[in-house]
């Protein structure tokens, strides 16, 4: 296994299954940095080549740890170290540290200049009730399993309707339709208006507790089911408790830039 810690960046847990070796990765010339670094996991052993992790941080750095099987394994991990005297009192193991070249990411243009050229759809998500209801428009949106039927969609955390969103047990996900641009631009925070006041007669209520826009290509209502910080966003995922088809021909697409129609009948 190996711990790659980066500054500002959440730790990863690398090669998972591998129960042989244990190193904690970082990158080149963060030794000045190194407390800070692996304050998260342990503590810098006094060489300041190891540290001592805690392995309840390693744990809830995977989610393997709720299986039965890895969870076994990784004691048995930190038995052997114990047994080779790899541990200390409070039973952190030593592991060494690697230095690794870590890439720099791509500037924020060419980031966008990519994503650009991948067409998707554009959606509302929408949670709440009465004047309490917010909505935002979303194209960051991806189906994740289909048994069960689980999606996700990714808020920005410093969008108004982030935490309204992300804080309701039941949230919708209504698909806009070829004809849904203007839709599309209010819910975007394009039209100056906000909250509740986004949200007119076209929107009802579902019995689920999410707002569902009647006239949209297609909906989904959704439970909340985990969410993950990543960067400026939140992934959020749900699952799918409930699915409105709507009358349209068509959806509203998002490519290069521009809102376009879809073009085939559905
Ligand atoms: C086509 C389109 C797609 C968008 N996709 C996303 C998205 O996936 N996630 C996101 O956080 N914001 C996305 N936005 C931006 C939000 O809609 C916008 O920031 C919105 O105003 C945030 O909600 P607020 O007005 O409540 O702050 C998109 C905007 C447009 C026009």
Redesign the pocket.
């Known amino acids: 296994m190996r711990l790659v810690l980066t500054p500002g960046v959440l730790p990863r847990l690398e090669r998972a299954h591998d129960f042989k070796a244990f190193s904690v990765a970082v990158p080149t010339a963060t030794e000045d940095r190194l407390d800070a670094l692996v304050a998260p996991v342990g503590e810098l052993a006094e060489d300041r080549r190891h540290v001592w992790v805690r392995p309840d941080a390693v744990r809830a750095l995977t989610l393997l740890s709720g299986d039965g099987s890895w969870a076994e394994k990784f004691d048995e991990m930190v038995t052997y170290a114990a047994r080779n005297g790899w541990t200390d009192e409070t039973g952190r193991f030593r592991a060494h540290i690697e230095e690794v070249q870590i890439p720099a990411p791509v500037d924020a243009a060419s980031f966008r200049d990519a994503m650009r050229r991948f067409a998707s759809g554009?959606c509302v998500v929408a949670a709440g009730e009465g004047a309490k209801r917010?909505g935002?428009?979303?194209?960051?949106?991806s189906s994740v399993s289909a048994e069960p039927p689980m999606v996700l969609?990714?808020?920005?955390r410093a969008?108004?309707?982030?935490d309204c969103v992300t804080g309701a047990g039941t949230f919708s996900i209504n698909i806009l339709s070829s004809e849904q641009e203007e839709e599309?631009?209010l819910?975007?925070?394009?039209r100056d208006r906000?909250g509740a006041d986004r949200f007119d007669d076209l929107w009802t209520q579902d019995a689920l507790g999410a707002p569902v826009l009647t006239t949209a290509h297609h909906a989904l209502i959704c439970t909340s089911d985990s969410q993950h910080v990543s960067g400026s966003?939140t992934i959020l995922v749900g699952r799918v408790v409930g699915a409105h088809s709507g009358e349209t021909e068509g959806a509203l697409l998002?490519y290069n830039g521009e809102?376009r129609q879809g073009t085939w009948a559905a």
């Not at 935002?136 to 949106?141: D, E, L, P, Q, Y």
């Not at 969609?153 to 920005?156: E, K, M």
């Open positions: 554009v917010c935002m428009t979303v194209s960051a949106v969609v990714c808020l920005n969008s108004g309707s982030h599309a631009m819910f975007a925070g394009q906000h966003h998002n809102l």
